[in-house]
């Protein structure tokens, strides 16, 4: 029999975000052979406004004072019914029953917002995992959790020069250059998502998404935001794509974050175009692929658009829900 081992929980403590960053990246590393994240990403992350590690992050330590697996809890506020746990465990301490202490360390987390979810409000925590990760994936049913959405991470090789985008007539793209445009290309992506899965209604207002949406863009390591472009029709913004230069994977990997298209623009080749305009970019700059993340279960196309542009898929994630309070859904379920 396994001797049981005492694990403590302490708050997040600056001194420990290499070790942090370390077993993040072994712990992801022991699934598919490759890294999470580094320590510059990873502190603007902590650095989110509004995210306080002392209350939303714990740290898990053995008795001989070893960090050995990670938590995180995300509420991205109004009106705080779609709550996300996440957890890493280090593959030397994987069968000690840690992956149990996050989830419940994150459930009681959660509980913490239900207060400021309206009263007739369903309220859910969401948490995804590697398909391949079948050890999670079985600790999350075990939890009552279901799997309730799929996620591609899709990969294009440039073994050859790609395709030159087809310019839609009246569209002209141009790169983010400054405030306003920024501001743009954010709303555009606002907008465009409005209808996809997980979108939140009667919550997040576009002041309070912009807010959020520019501080990633302009803390993360990697987005360009001088080699991303916007989609417009004159004065209207037709559509954005953001794009990294590099990824915590693979420094010569392009990264498209997102991609969008207003949806009075849909339908004419906005997104294929953008998309491919990005692959362009990511070649002359010497990168030797492009990949991006997508729901499988799209409505607006967005899987065979990505194939059409010659992605295959890479790696496949599962979201699981659980329900922490039953009520009125307030976010898409399409």
Same mark, same amino acid.
């Given at each position: 029999? @396994?001797? #049981?081992?005492? $694990?403590?929980?302490?708050?997040?403590?600056?001194?420990?975000?290499?070790?942090?960053?370390?077993?993040?990246?072994?712990?992801?590393?022991?699934?598919?052979? !490759?890294?999470?994240?580094?320590?510059?990403?990873?502190?603007?992350?902590?650095?989110?406004?509004?995210?306080?590690?002392?209350?939303?992050?714990?740290?898990?330590?053995?008795?001989?004072?070893?960090?050995?697996?990670? %938590?995180? $809890?995300?509420?991205?506020?109004?009106?705080?019914?779609?709550? $996300?746990?996440?957890?890493?465990?280090?593959?030397?301490?994987?069968?000690?029953? /840690?992956?149990?202490? +996050?989830?419940?360390?994150?459930?009681?987390?959660?509980?913490?917002?239900?207060?400021? %979810?309206?009263?007739?409000?369903?309220?859910?925590?969401?948490?995804?995992?590697? %398909? !391949?990760?079948?050890?999670?994936?079985?600790?999350?049913?075990?939890?009552?959790?279901?799997?309730?959405?799929?996620?591609?991470?899709? @990969?294009?090789?440039?073994?050859?020069?790609?395709?030159?985008?087809?310019?839609?007539?009246? +569209?002209?793209?141009?790169?983010?250059?400054?405030? !306003?445009?920024?501001?743009?290309? +954010?709303?555009?992506?606002?907008?465009?998502?409005?209808?996809?899965?997980?979108?939140?209604?009667?919550?997040?207002?576009?002041?309070?998404?912009? !807010?959020?949406?520019?501080?990633?863009?302009?803390?993360?390591?990697?987005?360009?935001?001088?080699?991303?472009?916007?989609?417009?029709?004159?004065?209207?913004?037709?559509?954005?794509?953001?794009?990294?230069?590099?990824?915590? =994977?693979?420094? @010569?990997?392009?990264?498209?974050?997102?991609?969008?298209?207003?949806?009075?623009?849909? #339908?004419?080749?906005?997104? /294929?175009?953008?998309?491919?305009?990005?692959?362009?970019?990511?070649?002359?700059?010497?990168?030797?692929?492009?990949?991006?993340?997508?729901?499988?279960?799209?409505?607006?196309?967005?899987?065979?658009?990505?194939?059409?542009?010659?992605?295959?898929? =890479?790696?496949?994630?599962?979201?699981?829900?659980?329900?922490?309070?039953?009520? @009125?859904?307030?976010?898409?379920?399409?």
């Amino acid at each position: 029999m @396994r001797e #049981k081992i005492a $694990f403590q929980l302490r708050p997040f403590d600056p001194c420990y975000l290499s070790e942090v960053v370390k077993l993040l990246n072994a712990a992801q590393a022991a699934i598919n052979g !490759k890294p999470m994240t580094t320590e510059e990403e990873l502190q603007s992350e902590l650095n989110y406004p509004g995210f306080n590690p002392e209350t939303d992050v714990r740290l898990f330590f053995d008795e001989n004072n070893r960090l050995v697996a990670y %938590a995180d $809890f995300w509420d991205r506020g109004q009106p705080h019914v779609r709550l $996300f746990g996440f957890g890493a465990v280090h593959p030397d301490f994987w069968g000690n029953g /840690l992956g149990t202490m +996050i989830v419940r360390w994150f459930e009681q987390r959660a509980k913490d917002s239900l207060p400021l %979810a309206p009263a007739d409000a369903q309220v859910v925590l969401h948490s995804s995992v590697m %398909a !391949k990760n079948v050890r999670a994936k079985r600790l999350y049913e075990r939890q009552g959790y279901q799997h309730v959405r799929t996620f591609y991470r899709m @990969r294009i090789d440039f073994d050859q020069p790609p395709q030159k985008p087809a310019m839609p007539a009246g +569209i002209q793209f141009r790169p983010i250059q400054d405030e !306003k445009d920024l501001r743009l290309g +954010i709303f555009a992506d606002y907008d465009s998502f409005k209808d996809h899965w997980g979108f939140v209604q009667e919550g997040e207002d576009f002041e309070s998404f912009y !807010k959020r949406m520019s501080y990633f863009l302009n803390n993360d390591p990697f987005v360009d935001l001088n080699k991303s472009l916007l989609a417009m029709d004159g004065e209207e913004v037709a559509g954005v794509c953001f794009n990294s230069i590099g990824t915590v =994977e693979d420094t @010569r990997q392009g990264w498209v974050n997102i991609l969008g298209v207003r949806r009075p623009w849909r #339908k004419r080749g906005i997104g /294929l175009a953008l998309l491919l305009e990005a692959f362009n970019t990511f070649y002359s700059l010497g990168l030797t692929s492009a990949g991006l993340g997508v729901d499988s279960s799209n409505l607006t196309g967005a899987l065979r658009l990505y194939e059409q542009a010659g992605m295959r898929v =890479e790696e496949e994630f599962h979201t699981y829900e659980k329900e922490l309070r039953p009520g @009125r859904s307030l976010f898409n379920r399409g």
